[in-house]
């Protein structure tokens, strides 16, 4: 049986467009969470927080133990072989046991909670600043796509307007000269196309470098943060506030740690006096107690208490930092919505003269220069008021993200 070729073309006509809509619809993009997520799988930087989770881990379990450091065995050989070679012979095994002084366990514990809390904050903070790399990424993707629809829209206008003028000079309303002044204009167009399509391209490329995605993120606004001052949480003083914690508790430790370890000695001793004699056997037990000097333990403490003093300069600096970025955040938003409405006046003032210095070039009252000057502010106007509008959202996100507003 034979198909009719009508019947294959309406096939076509149908199926193809319904394959293309279903093949969009599965491939619906990301929200901007689950672009930063990709991006910070991608970058392999969560090694970071589960080595640090690691090593407090082990910490942990070195300091829930019931010995403070690895055992030894002591081992002790006499005899007077080389001197009287009467037979004399002592032979002492020891295994030596250090032990915890008393608050070294718990100082031990803390550094090992330490490193687990900021581990979880370290991966809070790399998530954030991924979320700002993204950001700014996409944003760069939405401003240069948007410039290059502006330039291709004003290209096609200068061609529209070519193919008139070339109409006019052909009944000899218009001079050749004007027809080589719009070809000028469309060859600068075509240039300003050019530049456009290249930037969007490097911008495109890097945001498929860095979150290997294809498509932006959506929705591309974000609505304003529920807060509006710099929060207790906010990752980059939380990472600070970590940071010092660590410090702090390897003060403390380094404190404890003045006296030293006692070792506890269980051990055994076999002698003979002379060749032949009976040997006898004894059980020992020792106790080896540090005297703990402080000029001994100083260096360690006093580098310690440098490491915090550090620390906490750098949490304060945080702070200060974290302000700074909110502050400058916050006029920039509002410098771009001021920036907006008067692109929109200004636009709406081009458009209209456009529309004047078009009805007047068709009416012959003016030349093209004029009308050329009027689309070039227009477009101009145009171009601008796009810009602002994603200068708007970029300086809504840029302030979510000193705010401290992680996408989920």
């Given at each position: 049986m034979k198909t009719h070729p009508c019947f294959k073309q309406v096939a076509l006509n149908v199926l193809l467009p319904l394959c293309l809509v279903l093949a969009s619809t599965a491939a619906s993009a990301d929200t901007l969470g689950q672009v930063i997520s990709e991006a910070l799988a991608r970058s392999g930087e969560q090694a970071l927080g589960n080595s640090l989770r690691q090593q407090g881990e082990a910490v942990h379990r070195q300091s829930s133990g019931f010995l403070a450091a690895d055992p030894s065995l002591n081992l002790n050989y006499l005899s007077d072989q080389f001197t009287d070679d009467e037979g004399f012979r002592e032979i002492e095994a020891t295994i030596e046991l250090p032990l915890w002084w008393?608050?070294?366990?718990?100082?031990?514990?803390?550094?090992?909670?330490?490193?687990?809390?900021?581990?979880?904050?370290?991966?809070?903070?790399?998530?954030?600043?991924?979320?700002?790399?993204?950001?700014?990424?996409?944003?760069?993707?939405?401003?240069?796509?948007?410039?290059?629809?502006?330039?291709?829209?004003?290209?096609?206008?200068?061609?529209?307007?070519?193919?008139?003028?070339?109409?006019?000079?052909?009944?000899?309303?218009?001079?050749?000269?004007?027809?080589?002044?719009?070809?000028?204009?469309?060859?600068?167009?075509?240039?300003?196309?050019?530049?456009?399509?290249?930037?969007?391209?490097?911008?495109?490329?890097?945001?498929?470098?860095?979150?290997?995605?294809?498509?932006?993120?959506?929705?591309?606004?974000?609505?304003?943060?529920?807060?509006?001052?710099?929060?207790?949480?906010?990752?980059?003083?939380?990472?600070?506030?970590?940071?010092?914690?660590?410090?702090?508790?390897?003060?403390?430790?380094?404190?404890?740690?003045?006296?030293?370890?006692?070792?506890?000695?269980?051990?055994?001793?076999?002698?003979?006096?002379?060749?032949?004699?009976?040997?006898?056997?004894?059980?020992?037990?020792?106790?080896?107690?540090?005297?703990?000097?402080?000029?001994?333990?100083?260096?360690?403490?006093?580098?310690?208490?440098?490491?915090?003093?550090?620390?906490?300069?750098?949490?304060?600096?945080?702070?200060?930092?974290?302000?700074?970025?909110?502050?400058?955040?916050r006029l920039a938003h509002q410098g771009a919505e001021e920036a907006l409405n008067l692109a929109t006046h200004r636009e709406a003032l081009a458009r209209d003269a456009l529309h004047m210095a078009q009805r007047a070039f068709d009416l012959g009252e003016t030349d093209l220069v004029q009308l050329l000057r009027a689309q070039a502010l227009a477009r101009s106007s145009a171009l601008d008021l796009e810009q602002r509008r994603i200068e708007l959202g970029r300086a809504q996100a840029r302030l979510n993200q000193a705010l401290g507003v992680i996408p989920e």
């Open positions: 008393q608050g070294q366990r718990g100082a031990r514990q803390e550094i090992a909670q330490a490193l687990t809390d900021q581990a979880e904050v370290l991966d809070l903070h790399q998530r954030w600043t991924m979320a700002g790399r993204v950001r700014e990424q996409v944003w760069e993707v939405v401003l240069t796509e948007a410039t290059l629809q502006q330039m291709n829209l004003a290209l096609q206008t200068s061609r529209d307007l070519e193919t008139k003028v070339a109409r006019l000079v052909a009944v000899g309303e218009l001079a050749q000269f004007d027809l080589l002044t719009i070809r000028q204009e469309v060859a600068e167009r075509e240039a300003d196309v050019g530049d456009a399509r290249s930037a969007h391209r490097i911008a495109l490329a890097g945001y498929r470098q860095l979150t290997g995605q294809m498509a932006l993120p959506e929705p591309l606004y974000e609505p304003p943060a529920p807060v509006t001052e710099l929060p207790p949480g906010h990752p980059r003083v939380q990472q600070a506030q970590h940071t010092l914690a660590l410090a702090q508790a390897e003060t403390v430790q380094a404190r404890r740690s003045r006296a030293g370890t006692p070792i506890l000695g269980i051990g055994g001793r076999n002698n003979r006096e002379f060749s032949g004699a009976k040997s006898d056997d004894a059980v020992q037990i020792s106790l080896t107690l540090p005297f703990g000097l402080a000029g001994q333990s100083a260096p360690a403490i006093a580098s310690a208490m440098r490491t915090q003093t550090e620390q906490d300069v750098a949490l304060q600096q945080a702070r200060l930092t974290a302000e700074q970025a909110l502050l400058s955040a």
